[in-house]
């Protein structure tokens, strides 16, 4: 099995920036579309945004704006830089390829504060 680890949440103010990073073992991270979800407490994972081979990018309504997802291939890294943070972005952070099975990764923990 593939397995995935994200990097970078961490505790921000709200209107706060972060960047996470996630990486793919066997460097097969390039040949996929990737997304990053999230989880809050009590809530389903919801995807965040997504972002294709070719890096054309998709974006859920509200991060709109504020997250920019970007891929560099030959780090075999997927990223999402999140700004103008906001308290009910506050969630686990999880990378996954929608079009894969690939087992979920612990995620990064994301805490916005007001």
């Known amino acids: 099995q593939v397995q995935l680890v994200e990097s970078g949440g961490g505790l921000v103010q709200a209107g706060g920036s972060l960047r996470l990073s996630c990486t793919a073992s066997?460097?097969?991270?390039?040949?996929?579309?990737m997304g990053w979800y999230r989880q809050a407490p009590g809530k389903q994972r919801e995807l965040v945004a997504s972002?294709?081979?070719?890096?054309?990018?998709n974006y859920a309504d509200f991060v709109k704006g504020r997250f920019t997802i970007s891929r560099d291939n030959a780090k075999n890294t997927v990223y999402l830089q999140m700004n103008s943070l906001k308290p009910e972005d506050t969630a686990v952070y999880y990378c996954?390829?929608?079009?894969?099975?690939?087992?979920w990764g612990q995620g990064t923990q994301v805490t916005v504060s007001s």
């Open positions: 972002i294709t081979s070719d890096s054309s990018t």
């Open positions: 996954n390829a929608p079009r894969q099975a690939w087992r």
């Open positions: 066997g460097r097969i991270l390039r040949f996929n579309t």
